[in-house]
């Protein structure tokens, strides 16, 4: 089989065309513009490739109850009441019922629970005074 002997001639010419144009003023191609990724993000993991924990709403009210039973920072017997969930998972889901604004009524609770049990206190001092001062001599 002989070679075609123009065939490599012809792919020079067009090569040297192609500069000439570029070199005249022939327009370049736009850059891409555009979004790079245009499907949709997976969803978003934290932590160790964990997906964020779900909380059924038993779980929800056991936990706002242990919260408001041994208070905000007692995670060792918060996790006691809740055997499924870690203090990691606890604290996490702490941090998303004070943004939802579900702990401001445990607090109000607590609040009120304490300013009772002042009263409460109070009262118990008042009448044991006023035993002392009235009681027969």
């Known amino acids: 089989m002989a070679e075609d002997p123009g065939y490599p001639e012809q792919m020079f010419a067009d090569a040297v065309a192609g500069l000439e144009k570029l070199r005249n003023g022939y327009p370049r ?8 990724n245009t499907l949709p993000a997976p969803p978003q993991r934290r932590g ?16 706002l109850a242990a919260i408001q039973k041994y208070g905000m920072n007692n995670w060792e ?5 809740l055997p499924t969930k870690s203090v990691k998972q606890c604290r996490q889901f702490l941090s998303r019922c004070k943004s939802e604004g579900l702990l401001p009524k445990v607090r109000q609770q607590q609040r009120q629970e304490k300013y009772l ?6 009262a118990t001092e008042f009448k044991n005074m006023i035993a002392v001062l009235w009681a027969p001599k």
Do not use: D, H
Not at 48 to 63: A, C, Y
């Open 117 to 122: 049990a002042n009263l409460m206190a109070q």
């Open 29 to 36: 191609p736009k850059p891409f513009l555009g979004k790079k």
């Open 77 to 81: 017997a918060v996790i006691e009441e």
């Open 48 to 63: 160790r490739g964990s997906l964020p924990t779900v909380w059924p709403p038993s779980e929800k009210q056991k936990f």
